[in-house]
């Protein structure tokens, strides 16, 4: 076992260590998967990228009844399934240039054995003991919920019916650690990110008396599993098996020659929060090993709205994306359409949108422009000219606020990608107002500066693009004539050692794609109809502050808001997805007070709140630019 002691000691030489979940062997790999697996990729590039020694760990789940079954059904052992379908895993992530350190399955032998290791370490600490149970079974998710969890009787995750069942198995005593795991989560604000799902994870915490932890199977009713050390007529349940991946990898998977715990990053979707953030954590605590650093939960992709499912055919497969638009075309939308918290929804004509904009007219352009310029006025040759003026400036405070580790460490890669846009905007600017070809004719000394300055600014732009898309860097690397230097942290600064360079012609970037009317008309065409000013009139707004939210029973969507606009009134918002209760309360809104009330999951709500929703369904809520009144009249 890792001596928590040890790992203090050499905590200076500690690598950079980030996780994904291991997947569902059964699963066919879809955009969902991909999405974790890329962001964990995209930090995995930067931190190696800043010189740390990095071990990034991705892998399959293959334990469960669901590869049971299926093993049976095609007449299979369930390892050798298993062996088949981790084959659709790995050439995904080759296909998006994933670089893992690391595959870890949790039928390998050494896995086995540190999982029935540590299962047997905390039953002799008394940590686990044997009890009756009648719990709230999911078949198709493998797993027991609590009453208190089902809505309407049914699985929260699924929809699907559960089964009561009655049996003796082994328990974590994970109820006991309710209180540190609060105190924990509450001193180290950047435990659970986004804050939304922090703020989630404590209201659970805070509000429910916290259960143990149903760790066993009977091996009659889970034959493929864990057996458990000191009682072999049980195998472990899939969660514990699954979750002790992160720490027994480092023990066969990783190099020795670094420290790795604890974990720096575990990347998950908000599907799994409950699990990493409660039962993982509390595992650790019990096991007096220190706790990750991060746990991070993504948001989920859907397609026009609706969850992807194989039962609706709307699964978006990462590989046709991939083939029809590259990669890189991929690996960028999915970061900078939708902020790396909230859901998104996917669709072909946004991600034709953004190659065509921001791949094809922005950076695309920017590069052929320049590279063309550097073969006419300068026989494609740069030497560098270390000079200060406003666009350096501009440029140099740009690069300092991407290259802010706190930014990549809260995943706020949307930001970073805007902020390397921004680069880019003000780099095709500089063109555009030096006029390099009008300076050619009138004054000729001052090309080689200006277009050394363009390589330059060309040359951070491909080293911030690096982690989202490693391919189109290296294309962009070369055309710099940069072949010979190696992309590390010696170049992530504006003035660098560097001699004289050849740049070098290369195919266009990223060539545009007309968007097929095929996916134009599958877009509604709306014509709105024009109201006179008597019908505005008839509007009434006010402005409101919220004083109480609170989430609504049952339903993930609706929040109930007290709100002042003069007097209290009580209004029911479906904006529960993408909003917290404690983030509303306090807020100045915009509220349609002459709304007839309305009765929503059987609670009143007397008026509604303005909030725009874009074509992701990303939700904002109206509030005001400077200190009104409550009560105060929109017109
Ligand atoms: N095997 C468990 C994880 C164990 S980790 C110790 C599991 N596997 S899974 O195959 O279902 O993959 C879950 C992960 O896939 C989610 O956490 C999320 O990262 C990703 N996604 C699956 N569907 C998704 C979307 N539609 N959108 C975004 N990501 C989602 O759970």
């Not at 199977?217 to 899939?238: A, M, Q, S």
């Not at 609706?312 to 990462?318: A, E, K, L």
């Amino acid at each position: 076992m890792i001596n928590s002691q040890q790992i203090l000691e050499k905590d200076s030489l500690k690598g950079f260590y980030i996780t994904t979940p291991i997947y569902y062997v059964n699963d066919i790999p879809h955009i969902g998967h991909a999405y974790t697996t890329v962001a964990a990729d995209i930090l995995a590039r930067y931190k190696r990228l800043k010189g740390r020694k990095v071990f990034f760990l991705t892998g399959t789940d293959e334990h469960g009844q669901k590869v049971e079954q299926a093993a049976k059904k095609h007449g299979r052992h369930p390892k050798e399934h298993a062996d088949l379908m981790v084959n659709n895993f790995k050439n995904l992530w080759k296909r998006l240039n994933i670089s893992n350190d690391a595959f870890i399955r949790t039928t390998d032998e050494e896995h086995k054995r540190i999982v029935q290791e540590i299962i047997q370490l905390l039953y002799d600490k008394g940590e686990i003991v044997k009890r009756k149970y009648c719990g709230m079974y999911c078949t198709p998710c493998e797993r027991f919920w609590t009453e208190k969890d089902l809505i309407d009787g049914k699985c929260p995750d699924c929809g699907r019916e559960v089964e009561c069942i009655e049996e003796e198995n082994y328990f974590f005593l994970m109820s006991k650690y309710q209180n540190s795991l609060i105190e924990h989560i509450e001193n180290n604000p950047l435990y659970i990110l986004p804050e939304t799902r922090k703020n989630e994870v404590l209201g659970f915490l805070k509000t429910r008396p916290l259960g143990d932890l149903c760790i066993s199977r009977p091996k009659h009713r889970l034959e493929w599993g864990i057996p458990l050390p000191f009682d072999t007529n049980y195998t472990t349940y899939v969660w514990f098996d699954a979750l002790v991946n992160y720490y027994s990898a480092l023990k066969y998977l990783s190099p020795k020659d670094t420290n790795w715990w604890p974990p720096d990053h575990h990347l998950i979707g908000k599907d799994i929060l409950t699990t990493h953030a409660v039962y993982w954590s509390t595992m650790l605590m019990a096991l007096e090993l220190p706790l990750p650093q991060n746990i991070f939960a993504h948001g989920w992709w859907t397609v026009k709205g609706a969850k992807m499912s194989k039962s609706f055919g709307n699964v978006v497969n990462p590989e046709e994306v991939v083939q029809k638009y590259g990669v890189d075309v991929f690996r960028y939308f999915l970061f900078r359409e939708v902020s790396f918290g909230l859901d998104g929804d996917f669709s072909e004509e946004a991600l034709l949108r953004r190659l065509n904009n921001d791949l094809a007219n922005d950076l695309g352009n920017l590069v052929n422009r320049f590279l063309v310029m550097c073969d006419k006025y300068t026989a494609g040759i740069i030497k560098p000219i270390w000079r200060d003026d406003n666009f350096t400036l501009k440029i140099k405070e740009l690069i300092d606020e991407i290259d802010n580790e706190s930014l990549w460490d809260e995943f706020k890669l949307n930001l970073i990608l805007e902020k390397i846009w921004e680069i880019i905007s003000h780099t095709n600017n500089y063109i555009a107002k030096k006029e390099p070809w009008k300076l050619a004719k009138e004054n000729p000394v001052e090309v080689p500066y200006v277009l050394f300055n363009v390589w330059n600014a060309i040359r951070l732009i491909s080293l911030f693009i690096y982690p989202f898309m490693p391919e189109t860097f290296s294309k962009i690397w070369t055309a710099l004539g940069l072949n010979s230097k190696s992309a590390d942290l010696s170049m992530l600064k504006w003035q660098i050692e560097i001699e004289d360079v050849n740049t070098e012609k290369i195919e266009q970037l990223f060539p545009r794609v007309e968007i097929p009317t095929k996916i134009k008309e599958n877009k509604e065409e709306k014509v709105d109809e024009l109201i006179g000013i008597e019908d505005f009139m008839k509007i009434k707004l006010k402005v409101g502050k919220v004083i109480e939210a609170e989430r609504i029973k049952g339903s993930k969507k609706l929040i109930k808001i007290k709100v002042d606009v003069g007097e209290l009134r009580q209004i029911v918002a479906g904006i529960g997805e993408q909003y917290s209760p404690e983030e509303l309360v306090g807020r100045k809104i915009v509220v349609l007070y002459n709304l007839k009330p309305a009765k929503l999951m059987g609670v009143e709500s007397q008026g509604m709140l303005l909030a725009a929703t874009d074509e992701n369904g990303k939700i904002s809520v109206l509030t005001l630019d400077r200190e009104v009144n409550t009560g105060a009249g929109i017109k």
